[in-house]
């Protein structure tokens, strides 16, 4: 296929987009939530820029959506006040109530949540260029993480629900929330992974205040009213802006208990570093990775190249969890490159909404001049595109690039480039792939593409004390999300999957008394009376 085939007829004329997938006029949206309140913002707005472009007789035209409040500082920080009023220093109604009285709040926003499914998955391919497949399964797979969440805080209240007894001391310990949080989600999952930290802060009975992604941002808007009816005012607050103007402020204000953050190690850094009582600040991160594939001398290359093409081209290469860098041995790395090329040939390019589109265009700006960037540094330094049409571009669509021999000279060797370019190192001793991955500021995971037990098995225990997952023979991923999601190094803060988050947001408060009857009396009585909703033997279904 030539390059102007390739790309001629990768965006529509304005008739030509399916009916049934066609936005309305673009959105204005002035409402953020405040203290159980869809206020108006009269302010300056943000505009919503899809990735999506639209061809006509002058030339491709970009599609303005919508915009959103770009909310200032003062205005972000009444959203603060809201959810600290109803914290209440641990005494609101929300971090009070029952465990099972909070997990029906939540249940009730499922409901909701459920009816907005259509309206956000359309939002989700036309502000981020995520195609119709994958922005249904990131809506369904949401849904599944609350119900799990649910299912898994039941079964952690059912085993607090007994008396403990250990030295004449009798006990009961009980999961309890930390106070504040600030939830802030990726622009690559922006529904998803935003929810893996939102939902369990607030099930733990937490109070949040929640800032959407940089980009898909009005696919939160048809999910406000859930939010507002669903939830006891100030409990959950919703934001807008620019980080650094709100963001910012709510950090300083040292009124956050716990900072939510998925993006840029930087970022974060900069932000912890705002807070006036950094050891009164619970983080949990999910940061930059570099996550390499260690493809074997001995090896099933078929799925090697498979599950590599995936790992590294999934959603445009724009996960954390995507194939960043592969390493292949000498022996093997023609033959690896050629199946590669092959099967990457296959994808197709087009518009989210097509049947069985795989490459399609990309949300960030700026983003495809700085992959021409990475790939114009890479042959500077030695490296060819090896792929067909690797690295045309047209607009918004960058057409992937596989660059080969990459070296620790180029840019692309180490920075991540969170986008369709793939680099292949050529190794021939494992101790080159050993050494990048000990010397690497990025502990994420990795994949070994190998059918040698003895190598397999060496790099196993050579990296377990490096990563946070180790895949054999399979590409990166977060899945399932009853495994634990975490890195090492710059690349991650805490523990997330149903059951840790749960923990994550939460504390173990111990109430313990001397085991003398008097005491058991009184605390049979509490039990009895209903007079506490910490000390319950309540067992939930």
Known sequence: MTTDHLLANLFPGANEIPEQFRLPAPIEQRDYLVDGQLRTWDGPLAQVRSPVQVSGPDGDAPVIIGSTPLLNAETALTALDAAVRAYDRGQGTWPTLRVVERIQHVEAFLRRMREQRDAVVKLLMWEIGKNLQDSQKEFDRTCDYITDTINALKELDRRSSRFELEQDTLGQIRRVPLGVALCMGPYNYPLNETFTTLIPALIMGNTVVFKPAKLGVLLIRPLLEAFRDSFPAGVINV???????????????????????????????????????????????????????????????????????????????????????????????????????????????????????????LPEPGKV????????????????????????????????????????????????????????????????????????????????????????????????????????????????????????????????????????????????TKFQAHNKDLISDIIRDRASSFLTTDYIF
């Open 369 to 512: 001049d700085y992959l021409h960037a990475l790939v114009a540094d890479a042959e500077t330094h030695g490296a060819h595109v090896v792929n067909r049409n690797g690295g045309v571009s047209r607009g918004s669509f960058f057409y992937p690039a596989v660059l080969y021999p990459v070296n620790p000279q180029m840019r692309v060797y180490h920075e991540e480039q969170f986008g369709p370019v793939v680099p292949i190192v050529p190794y021939r001793e494992l101790e080159t792939v050993i050494d990048y991955v000990l010397e690497s500021d990025f502990g994420q995971q990795l994949s070994i593409f190998g059918t040698d037990p003895a190598q397999v098995g060496k790099l196993v225990d050579t990296f377990a004390n490096q990563v946070g997952r180790i895949n054999i023979n399979a590409q990166c991923q977060r899945g399932p999300d009853t495994f634990p999601f975490n890195g090492r190094k710059n690349s991650a803060e805490g523990t997330l999957s149903v059951h840790d988050a749960l923990r994550v947001f939460s504390i173990r408060t111990l109430v313990a």
């Open 239 to 361: 934001i807008y802006g620019s980080g650094r103007e709100t963001v910012s402020a709510l950090m300083a204000s040292g009124k956050i208990d716990i900072f939510a953050f998925i993006g840029t190690n930087k970022a974060a850094s900069d932000l912890k570093k705002l807070h006036p009582r950094p050891h009164r600040l619970r983080a949990t991160l999910g940061l930059d990775a570099k996550n390499p594939g260690i493809v074997l001398p001995e090896v099933d290359l078929d799925n090697a190249v498979n599950e590599a093409v995936t790992g590294a081209l999934s959603f445009n290469g724009q996960r954390c969890t995507a194939l960043k860098i592969l390493f292949v041995h000498e022996a093997v790395v023609d033959s690896f490159i050629e199946k590669f090329n092959h099967k990457l040939a296959t994808l197709k390019p087009g518009m989210p909404w097509e049947d069985g589109v795989s490459l399609t265009p």
